[in-house]
T-cell receptor, first 116, second 114 residues
Framework: GAVVSQHPSWVICKSGTSVKIECRSLDFQATTMFWYRQFPKQSLMLMATSNEGSKATYEQGVEKDKFLINHASLTLSTLTVTSAHPEDSSFYIC????????????FGQGTRLTVV | SQQGEEDPQALSIQEGENATMNCSYKTSINNLQWYRQNSGRGLVHLILIRSNEREKHSGRLRVTLDTSKKSSSLLITASRAADTASYFCATDEGGRGGSEKLVFGKGTKLTVNP
């Protein structure tokens, strides 16, 4: 299957700072990438859909000004958690599908964010 | 919204036994997928079954889909300790198709004891 690389795999930051998480499709072009959030022992919740060259579509209840998404190229989407707070501590996972529109989505390895 | 709902939430079995996990969903779908997640890691795609399929096999995995009951099952045969993980079903929300926007269930945490 295709490879999606997410970086960093873990990060610890202080309250009030911003953190950027990258999601890259290594061997295919991804017109669409998805960002999920997963709290401990819970399922994945979709935060936003990232479309190359256009604004991201956010799910209800997700603050777009707090979770900035940029999808500047067909292989890279970034999620920036701005002014992070301890309650933002979570596991963030991205997924991507290729431009051919295959149904299967490929997931990154996730980023564990801890805000102290 | 949580469309897929798995049961049981947790399952503990002995190596060599079979493990069955179930998933129910609420809206129409084009396909249903099963994923595996090791603790604190990303998701690994296991199998996709389309709405016009009733059963699919992949190695030791067997997936069934009953669209009339809006349910699916994942069977892992001859389980191994390495199968220990959380398993999630995911559906394409609203059955729009061609979209990888997935709605995940709550997952089943499987423990296979050696």
């Amino acid at each position: 299957g295709a490879v999606v690389s997410q970086h960093p795999s873990w990060v610890i930051c202080k309250s009030g700072t911003s953190v950027k998480i990258e999601c890259r499709s290594l061997d295919f072009q991804a017109t669409t990438m998805f960002w999920y959030r997963q709290f401990p022992k819970q399922s994945l919740m979709l935060m936003a859909t990232s479309n190359e060259g256009s604004k991201a579509t956010y799910e209800q209840g997700v603050e777009k000004d707090k979770f900035l998404i940029n999808h500047a190229s067909l292989t890279l989407s970034t999620l920036t958690v701005t002014s992070a707070h301890p309650e933002d501590s979570s596991f963030y996972i991205c997924s991507a599908s290729d431009a051919q529109g295959r149904t299967e989505a490929f997931f990154g390895q996730g980023t564990r964010l801890t805000v102290v | 919204s949580q469309q897929g709902e798995e049961d049981p939430q947790a399952l503990s079995i002995q190596e060599g036994e079979n493990a069955t996990m179930n998933c129910s969903y609420k809206t129409s779908i084009n396909n249903l997928q099963w994923y595996r997640q090791n603790s604190g890691r990303g998701l690994v795609h296991l199998i996709l079954i389309r709405s016009n399929e009733r059963e699919k096999h992949s190695g030791r995995l067997r997936v069934t889909l009953d669209t009339s009951k809006k349910s699916s099952s994942l069977l892992i045969t001859a389980s191994r300790a390495a199968d220990t993980a959380s398993y999630f079903c995911a559906t394409d929300e609203g059955g729009r198709g061609g979209s990888e926007k997935l709605v995940f269930g709550k997952g089943t945490k499987l423990t296979v004891n050696p």
